[in-house]
């Protein structure tokens, strides 16, 4: 078992998402079943003591590998030599607030945590944002964070990917473990495009095995952009396990090595890959060789593709518009 415990932070630790996350982080399910961890909470200070209770329930895990665990309102204390940040507390759009508004109050706390991270965090610090809108709010505290390299911070797009790989799945009648290679382009809104034609089923591509375009560029993804509404309107409450476990699964998909020739969706900061505007957060097919990450070149993308492709990216720009003072120039 490695010495050294990593330093966890978890923003947001006692919401519903928080709940399913911090067990599953516990018992090594992200990190490995070798490496020790100490968990690293932040609330508001009117969630502590519910999150008093979460801690309880950890320490009657008796979880081998959690070292410690600490919990604070204070940003700094929180990322204090954070090996990795997953940033999960945001403010809900409540009743009557526009969408700029929800926009405007994230900023204000992902710009306050961007410098705490920037300013305590470990140096190697890898930073998830979930909380939403999370591309954006991964922009902003990327932004304020600019002794953090940009390659650091990544914005979930995965649980997109998995509901998209689910639904393939089910479409072809085939096991879920067949299905590679889906890639989530651009905001995880319902604008992202999820590019369910050069995904692959037992290596073949999907137009292939699911002979109907108007499907797989039509219902497909309209399903998956609104899934998480669908969700909502179901069970009352938005997607939480499965956030937690998309959570989980994209850290892996950080550390871990890339099967050949298969490729992960992550939020990532774009270097003007596929004539995307550089600095925005944009969901694309990404590799990792376990160390670093890279955009996957050459998928080829039709007009129709191109075009959807389009739609997401105008509304991250807009997004960046909206908190361009946020930024620092
Ligand atoms: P909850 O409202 O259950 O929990 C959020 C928690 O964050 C609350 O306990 C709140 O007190 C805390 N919080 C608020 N402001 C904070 C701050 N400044 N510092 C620290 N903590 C703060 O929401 P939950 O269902 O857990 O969802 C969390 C976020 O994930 C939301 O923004 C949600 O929209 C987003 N999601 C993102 C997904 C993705 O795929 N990227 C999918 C699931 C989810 O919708």
Not at 124 to 151: K, Q, S
Request: proline share 5%; net charge negative; hydrophobic share 40%.
């Amino acid at each position: 078992m490695a010495e050294q415990p990593v330093h966890v932070a978890v923003t947001g630790a006692a919401g519903q998402i928080g709940y399913q996350l911090l067990f599953r982080l516990a018992s090594g399910q992200a990190l490995g079943p070798d490496q020790p961890l100490v968990l690293r909470l932040l609330e508001v200070e009117a969630a502590l003591k519910a999150l008093d209770g979460v801690v309880m329930e950890l320490q009657d895990c008796a979880f081998p590998l959690l070292r410690d665990v600490v919990t604070t309102s204070d940003p700094r204390q929180a990322f204090d030599g954070a090996g990795w940040a997953l940033m999960v507390g945001a403010m809900p759009r409540k009743e009557g607030m526009e969408r700029r508004d929800l926009l405007s109050a994230n900023a204000g706390i992902f710009s306050e945590q961007g410098k705490a991270l920037n300013a305590v965090a470990g140096r190697d610090v890898r930073v998830l944002v979930v909380g939403n809108p999370c591309n954006t709010n991964c922009l902003i505290a990327r932004g304020n964070a600019p002794d953090i390299p940009a390659e650091r911070w990544f914005a979930m797009t995965r649980l997109d990917e998995n509901r998209g790989k689910s639904l393939l799945a089910s479409r072809a009648r085939v096991d879920v473990s067949e299905i590679s290679n889906l890639g989530i382009w651009g905001n995880h809104s319902a604008t992202q495009f999820p590019d369910a034609r050069n995904a692959r089923i037992g290596g073949r591509p999907v137009p292939e095995a699911i002979d109907d375009e108007e499907w797989l560029l039509g219902e497909f993804v309209t399903t998956v952009q609104q899934r998480g509404a669908a969700v909502i309107k179901a069970r009352g409450a938005s997607s939480a396990a499965s956030a937690a476990n998309a959570a989980i699964d994209s850290v892996r998909s950080i550390v871990d090595r890339t099967p050949d020739g298969d490729w992960t969706s992550l939020a990532v900061v774009s270097h003007g890959e596929y004539e995307i505007p550089e600095g925005l957060q944009f969901g694309f097919p990404v590799r990792s060789d376990g160390r670093g990450w890279e955009v996957v070149e050459g998928i080829s993308l039709d007009e129709k593709a191109r075009q959807k492709i389009k739609v997401t990216t105008e509304e991250l720009e807009g997004e960046r518009a909206e908190v361009q003072h946020l930024l620092p120039v």
